[in-house]
Nanobody, 126 residues
């Protein structure tokens, strides 16, 4: 079955950068959209970015555009989220997610996600 394991979170000063990794297994030959979500304390889980596993098409939330980059390395079965110019508002638990099929909307609905990683904490200091 599909399993997702995030890594790369930690503490960073405002204006700094982090790169998150998501190691995926069990994807097989199926079509998937791989995505990053984040959830701050007391708030809803929100979409950040997605990439089509096969074709590489990407999409970003407005809060991520221009600062974050999602990518995937299929031979390594890994997706990444490069985060630059971080602010305290980016502080959250970041989750890797997989949804069957290819999505062409601006956002990926939470309800479409079939598999979640355990999350990795990102804390941005002022």
């Amino acid at each position: 079955q599909v399993q997702l394991v995030e890594s790369g979170g930690g503490l960073v000063q405002a204006g700094g950068s982090l790169r998150l990794s998501c190691a995926a297994s069990g994807l097989g030959s199926s079509t998937y959209t791989l995505a990053w979500f984040r959830q701050a304390p007391g708030k809803e889980r929100r979409f950040v970015a997605f990439v089509h596993w096969n074709g590489g098409r990407t999409s970003y939330a407005d809060s991520a555009k221009g600062r974050f980059t999602i990518s995937r390395d299929r031979p390594k079965n890994t997706v990444y989220l490069q985060m630059n110019i971080l602010t305290p508002e980016d502080t959250a638990i970041y989750y890797c997610a997989a949804a069957p099929g290819s999505f062409f909307g601006d956002s990926l609905p939470v309800a479409s996600v079939a598999h979640w990683g355990q999350g990795t904490q990102v804390t941005v200091l002022s």
